[in-house]
């Protein structure tokens, strides 16, 4: 979610982010809903959805602190 956040901010796209986790039910809201709900302005759609797209196309590399 923080590269969609980068992504957004530097394109000066206002948007909000609500996340569907509570300490409550330990998580049982992600599984059923995802980990957030990604809003923004009607206008800004198309271009919010090619961010995510070409953002969705990277490569996740996972670095560990041992190596």
Do not use: W
């Not at 609500?18 to 980990?35: N, P, S």
């Amino acid at each position: 979610m923080d590269m969609i956040k980068d992504a957004l901010d530097k394109e000066d796209i206002p948007y909000t982010i609500k996340e569907h986790r509570d300490t409550a039910y330990d998580g049982l809201f992600i599984l059923q809903k995802g980990f957030a709900s990604l809003y923004v302005d009607e206008g800004d759609r198309n271009r919010v959805l090619a961010i995510v797209k070409r953002i969705r196309t990277l490569p996740y590399v996972a670095y560990s602190k041992d190596e």
